[in-house]
């Protein structure tokens, strides 16, 4: 007779992908119940950290553990190439930014640099120097995140990452804290989900049982050059069309349209990709919704054709990635 404590492991263990539980949930059971008196098992439940390692356990069998049916093997190898390349965009952008930030206020006289100093002074609302320089200086912190998951030391790479992310949860909390201005919700929004998943894929794809992080093409340290030269490029070149979200999109459409050039393409890539540009797709029309009514005429069909490409973009590497697992399923 199934006892209530049987049951409840049963339960918390239809978390884990079907496979898995088909091969080893007897087993599982068998030794969770291990050593517990059967008079007591109707008045216990799984401990919290039981219940966590199941989790974890969850995480790890369905992103592509070892053994694991071919749709987890995709999910999990997609799942890792998009954190790798969402952190190797934010990384560039985050220096991109500074550098040229910097450049211009050292470059064009001292009234830009006061400009650019008085975000650390301490005046303005919610100006609080320390914080002023966090936000300034943790985004700083993907590029540490990008060089540590390509050197396969995972645990300072989610730890580095998740440092980086944390001026976008800021800009909600500070209101209520400071007094700062509330954010544009929908673009404060956007620019969170693109960090914090970011954070969440790198943490949970990258388990023990996966493989070491690998780029599609090209040395860690030149595709990170490439990424720089291409966003600030981009700044430079269209000044006018250069809001926050410009290099970053023009990044992710000049690695979707060289991924659907190249041969042979692998949906895992594809996928990542196809995410990514979701994700900044959703910056870059947020961004025009709620500076729309202000916006020169060149800026507002700069950036609509832009959200368009990417848009097409978008949709044609996720129907290229499905058609590529389809005939690579009918050739298994």
Known sequence: MTTLLEARYRTALRLLPAYYRREREEEMVETYLWGVDRDTQDQSRPTAGEVASIVALAVRTRLGAAGAPRRYALL??????????????????????????????????PAQWDLFLTRFNGHGPGNSVPVAVLEW???????????????????????????????ELWVFAAPFVTDAYPPDLAYATANGLLAWLTVLALCAAYHRDAPPAALPAGTPGLVYLAACVVMGASQVALPPLSDSVWAPATAVLLAGLAWLLRRPRTPDTAFALAALGALVLALRVTTLSHWFG????????GSVVQAAVLLLLTAALTVVAGRSVRERAGRA
Do not use: C, K, N
């Open 294 to 301: 202000v916006l020169p005429a060149v800026v507002r069909f």
């Open 76 to 109: 999990g190898a997609s799942a890792r190439r998009f954190a790798l390349f969402a952190v190797l965009l934010q990384a560039a952008s985050a220096v991109v930014d500074r550098v040229l930030e910097l450049t211009w206020g050292t470059t064009h006289g």
């Open 137 to 167: 200086t943790l985004p700083l912190l993907w590029t540490v995140a990008y060089a540590a998951l390509l050197r396969d030391r995972r645990g300072l790479a989610g730890t580095a990452a998740a440092l980086a992310a944390l001026p």
